[in-house]
């Protein structure tokens, strides 16, 4: 498969929330930072693909200058800002991460967070999302929204996979923000109604389904009308489908220590993606995608400038 150039602005376009990170430094001291899944992602494909293939985040923000320094830190990063919306009245999530004995804990603080109305303008919604080749959510993006909201956003999905976009979605299992295990389970095939691509992740499939090996995740992801299922099994194999390759497993090389697996799945996407885009065969994409991942999670944080 060859890189075929694209009329579009934006090769691929993130779509989400992303929060002020606090991290800990000391027993009293915190350190400001911006992350959140699917932001992680366009920050790492950013470094992954060449200048000219322009990377986009699209959520919503507020008017106030935690939103104000969050976009500006986007912007120095090499990610376009512009399908970001401003909410007025609105803010931005937070979260803490607490450490002791380095088992690290977090709370979190987004009742006002504007990225919950990432989906309220239905023509803003549709405009942006048909300006990329590809595009990528994921389960926290469903999980933040109404349930009308959800709909909305899915739909607007859908028809900017039928005007040729490429839509991947992390399922990202977030118990705690969904009303119920049954919203979730249901949010999670609705995501994969409205993907191309589907990224779960073993070990949370299982627990909420219920599936007895990565055969099982496939299928149920298959029937919900994706065409290409990753699953990721963390130190085990990783077994992905699509009608070019079939299905194949790759085993990931051992790492020696886990410093901290936040972002894995989030490099993981940003590897995936940028290696498509450059019209990698999936297989070689994978695998470009588990090392960056065993990468980031030799180091602390979700975003690690040494990693690319």
């Known amino acids: 498969m060859t890189h075929v150039p694209d009329t579009r602005p934006l090769t691929l376009l993130c779509v989400g929330e992303c929060m002020v990170e606090l991290a800990q430094l000391s027993s009293d001291t915190y350190r400001r930072g911006f992350a959140g899944d699917t932001f992680n992602t366009a920050w790492y494909a950013r470094r992954l693909l060449p200048e000219n293939e322009g990377i986009g985040y699209l959520s919503a923000i507020g008017t106030d200058t935690a939103s104000a320094e969050m976009q500006a830190f ?28 380095g088992e690290r804990s977090f709370s979190y603080w987004r009742g006002q967070s504007a990225a919950r109305l990432l989906a309220a303008d239905e023509a803003w919604l549709s405009t942006h999302l048909g300006c990329a080749r590809m595009v990528h959510f994921s389960g926290i993006t ?37 009303e119920s295990e049954d919203a979730m389970k249901a949010g999670l095939v609705l995501g994969a109604s409205a993907a191309d691509i589907v990224l779960p992740s073993f070990d949370e499939e299982t627990v909420l ?12 992801y298959r029937e919900a009308g ?37 972002a894995a799945g989030d490099s993981f996407a940003a590897g995936l993606l940028s290696g498509l885009a450059m019209g990698q065969p999936l297989p070689e994409a994978a695998q470009r995608a588990m090392d960056l991942a065993a990468r980031v999670i030799q180091a602390p944080g979700a975003l690690v400038e040494d990693a690319v």
Not at 142 to 158: E, F, G, K, Q, Y
Not at 209 to 220: E, L, M, S, W
């Open 142 to 178: 469903l999980a933040i929204l109404s349930p009308d909201h959800r709909l909305r956003l899915t739909d607007a999905l859908n028809a900017a996979r039928a005007s040729g976009v490429t839509v991947s979605f992390d399922t990202n299992l977030r118990p705690r923000l969904w």
């Open 74 to 101: 986007m912007g120095s990063a090499g990610i376009d800002t512009s399908p970001l919306r401003e909410v007025p009245d609105r803010t931005v999530g937070l979260y803490m991460i607490s450490t002791d004995h």
């Open 209 to 220: 389904f219920g599936d007895a090996g990565p055969d099982d995740t496939i299928a149920r």
């Open 226 to 262: 994706a065409t290409t299922v990753v699953v990721k099994n963390g130190a085990e194999p990783l077994v992905a489908t699509s009608p070019e390759t079939g299905q194949f497993t790759l085993t990931p090389t051992p790492v020696g220590r886990v410093i901290d697996s936040t």
